[in-house]
DNA sequence: GCCAACGTTGGC
DNA sequence: GCCAACGTTGGC
């Protein structure tokens, strides 16, 4: 299974948003660049991503899962622009930084460090892992 | 609030 | 199809 990472800015949808959200979710709208709504095309019912705050925090908080695959993004004027749907399933229990994740080596080439403008990004099995060992695991919600 | 990096647009 | 201009994102 693929992973993922998902950016948002706090101030505008946060991670306490999402759980908000409860079992159904949320669509994942708003995205308006080809490589971030192909990454969305790729997810599969289940799999799970990382929520990251961009500008306030810039920290990765906590854990998401698909729910529903890529379908148009309803706030689109162009049905080209798609999205997922997706839940909030855990709490990291300490968020892990972009500091963070730039002192680790094992972190090196993730593309949360190397391309910070890529909203909806893949991410390794062996960076997922990385992460949550810096994060001393998850917690329930 | 600034600016670098990146993506998109549109004129040629 | 190239590339300059422009807009947006996001770290600092």
Redesign the pocket.
């Known amino acids: 299974m693929a992973c993922w990472l998902f950016?948002?800015?706090p101030d505008v949808f946060g991670f306490d948003d999402l759980i908000a959200k409860g079992a159904a979710g949320e669509q994942w709208d708003?995205v308006?660049?080809?490589?971030a709504r192909n990454n969305m095309r790729a997810m599969k019912v289940g799999e799970r991503g990382f929520f990251?705050h961009?500008?306030v925090g810039?920290e990765v908080v906590g854990i998401c899962e698909v729910v529903a695959e890529a379908h148009p993004d309803s706030t689109a004027e162009d049905p080209k622009w798609e999205c997922v749907d997706v839940k909030a399933v855990a709490r990291l229990v300490t968020p892990v930084t972009?500091?963070d994740a730039?002192a680790e080596p094992r972190l090196r080439d993730m593309v949360?460090v190397?391309?910070?403008?890529?909203?909806v990004q893949p991410v390794s099995d062996a960076e997922w892992d990385v992460i949550l060992e810096l994060a001393g695991g998850t917690r329930p919600l």
């Open positions: 950016k948002s800015e708003g308006r660049n080809y490589q990251y961009s500008n810039k972009l500091d730039k949360l190397n391309n910070s403008r890529l909203s």
